[in-house]
């Protein structure tokens, strides 16, 4: 059986996976009572999709949110590119489960103020978040305001916004829950399309095992109370041609059916 | 669901509330209502059920005639006076105050209760203490329009704040957003459209309080076209002032929601 791996080849890229987000120790407790996450020790692969996988209240989100510098953890360090990290920065970008997106502003304005706050000419900014929202499907409603967008649509503007900074690494909480399954399925193979011209590292939070083996090159496996990682999985999964193929491909159905039964003791 | 609507609906008073219910009516409703309240008007005081009570027709009569005249526009020069004057006041440091409130726990431990108990308090009755204090000049009569609107206008400022949603305020922050950024691009953005439904609706509280001046403090303007007409038994020209001062409330208020309407709301604007 030869399979093809989408990026990084170790057959032929020199430099193997290194790590561009360290996380070491990560320990965080919410006011003294709720332990949400302890002892995580991971890494994050430059070029990689890394979903971070596990039932409702596992501590997803909080991990996520401590990666992007939007909260503190009780204890722990997280580095990025070696640096460790006090807050937001420029080499990371979040898309937002519930999309966050400003009502009064258009699709244009909404994509490019990441930009925007970064003080970037409106020239320019406009030019830049122009081609993203080309990127993902949106050309010809930049002038539109998000109650004038489906769901699907609302969160291809977080996500051009986010490309829009040209930060190193995405991450994204449960991009495609607040959608409907159609446009699930069809963000999730365009999401592969865009990884083939965006090199970028992606860290995405899912419940869903098939959006995790459908997506990722890796999935970390979390388990509830304390959130722990419990199983690092690496699918290895050719996602070139047909994207509809792959949902009947007998390795992504078999990956499905182990992770599944690996999960099941926690969630009864 | 009802705790809900009070949390994101603007706080209040009664004027504010009756003037608010009128001017959100669509236009064929609210025509077809005024036909009717005026029929209604005009039998009741065709009626004579009281002696004091003009026909709808005698006070548009009166009406049109103090108009004429240029009594009404020399009233209305007066009372513009220290409506606008108050008016002015609250909103400088209504908005400002109810925006500090919204942003900073300290404003709001120190300021709210303030406004709070002022939106609470009877003004009719503070009336005769300020009267005692500042006199029954211009001073007296700013005061009370701003004792009615400036409440309304903070604590709709401050509730329009508040309801900013978190999720934009981390939003901002995870692209790298100053606390100055966050506030002038997001927050201030967000709370506009409650905060303008707020000052709107100081202003018709405002009008209350500055015909409430008038007809307790001194009379003058509107208040004494009120009650000099009242003296002599002109009752068509009372009610005629009366009646003018209502529908310039009204009318003021409609314009103010739909500038509303297409200032802050893209989702209600055309189609
Ligand atoms: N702000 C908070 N305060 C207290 N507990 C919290 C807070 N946020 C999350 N938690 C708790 O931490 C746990 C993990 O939450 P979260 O990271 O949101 O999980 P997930 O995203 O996997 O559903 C849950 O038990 C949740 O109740
Ligand atoms: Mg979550």
Known sequence: MTMTHPIPDPEDAAPVASAIIEVEGIHKIYNGAVTALENIHLEFNRGELTSLLGPSGCGKTTLLKILAGLLKPTSGEVRVNGKPVTGPGPERAFVFQDFALMPWATVLRNASYGLELQGVGKREREDRARHYVAEVGLAGFEDKYPHELSGGMRQRVGLARALAVNADVLMMDEPFSAVDEQTRRKFQEDLIRLREIEQKTFILVTHSIEEAVYLSDRIVLLSPRPGRVSQIVTPNIDRHGDPEAIRRNPEYLDLIDDIWAGLRDYVE | ?271
């Open chain 2, 1 to 271: 669901m009802p705790a809900d609507q009070t949390a994101h609906s603007p706080v209040a008073g009664v004027t504010s509330r009756w003037i608010s219910a009128v001017s959100d009516v669509p236009a064929i409703w609210k025509i077809l209502s005024l036909a009717i309240l005026f029929a209604a008007w005009e039998i009741g005081g065709r009626t004579n059920f009281n002696w004091a009570f003009p026909t709808f027709l005698e006070t548009m009569a009166a009406l049109w005639e103090m108009i004429a005249d240029g009594s009404m526009g020399a009233a209305y020069l007066r009372t513009l006076e220290p409506l606008v004057i108050g008016l002015v006041i609250s909103l400088v440091i209504g908005v400002s105050a109810g925006v500090a409130m919204g942003l900073r726990k300290d404003a709001e431990w120190l300021t709210l209760p303030i406004f709070i108990t002022m939106q609470a308090a009877p003004m009719a009755a503070l009336i005769p203490l300020i009267t005692f204090v500042y006199g029954i000049g211009l001073t007296s009569k700013v005061l009370a329009v701003v004792m009615l609107s400036m409440p309304v206008i903070a604590i709709n400022s401050y509730k329009a704040v508040r309801n900013v949603p978190q999720s934009l305020v981390h939003m901002c922050h995870s692209f790298m957003g100053s606390r100055r950024q966050q506030i002038l691009t997001v927050i201030l953005p967000a709370a506009s459209p409650m905060m303008f439904a707020g000052i709107r609706l100081g202003i018709a509280e405002g009008f209350s309080g500055v015909v409430l001046a008038e007809l307790l403090i001194t009379p003058t303007g509107i208040g004494d076209l009120i009650t000099f007409n009242r003296s002599i038994a002109k009752f068509p020209h009372m009610y005629a002032a009366i009646f003018s001062i209502v529908a310039l409330a009204v009318i003021t208020v409609s314009l103010l929601h739909r500038l509303e309407v297409t200032l802050f709301r893209p989702e209600k604007r055309g189609a």
